[in-house]
């Protein structure tokens, strides 16, 4: 039988606000849908600041490392050894995402994509279904980062032949 510390401080609780700018862990675990022990893990081995004194709250840019994280942890051994060390080359975060930062982090569906580039929606789930596209595919739905799309276009763009 579950003690009832163990339901107070290890159950994921749901937020009265999920765009709030603290969260306390539990919250934090109930809006990435995840256990508050791996919640309790990634701060300490991202080494984040996660609130004085004995209660830990997660910032906005915290959630946002934390989740970036645990994208990480899905890609291949040499691909994650290869993120690590350039993470250890970069330095220490300042624990605030600036909004380049979240402009980065932000993910478009396909039908947000074809407006930004000229390919409509259907081709876009078509190229990344056959993975000939950078694209991720968190949940099961294709998505697109600002960094995708510009590897789309950089993909199709072709220099004029020399004249000659």
Do not use: W
């Amino acid at each position: 039988m579950t003690s009832e510390k163990y339901l107070k401080y290890q159950t994921p609780k749901a937020p009265a606000d999920v765009n709030q700018e603290f969260m306390t862990v539990q919250e934090t675990a109930y809006v990435l849908g995840c256990a508050v022990k791996t919640i309790r893990q990634r701060i300490a081995s991202l080494g984040l600041k996660a609130g004085a004194g004995r209660r830990i709250i997660t910032s906005r840019a915290d959630r946002l490392a934390i989740h970036e994280a645990s994208r990480i942890t899905t890609l291949s051994p040499t691909a994650r050894a290869r993120s690590r060390s350039a993470t250890r080359r970069s330095g220490e975060r300042s624990g605030r995402a600036t909004a380049k930062e979240e402009g980065r982090l932000r993910h478009y569906t396909p039908d947000e994509a074809a407006a930004l580039i000229p390919l409509s929606a259907r081709k876009l789930r078509e190229l990344a279904y056959l993975r000939k596209i950078p694209h991720s595919n968190l949940g099961g739905r294709f998505s697109f980062t600002l960094a995708d799309l510009r590897g789309v276009a950089v993909m199709y763009h072709f220099e004029p032949f020399a004249a000659g």
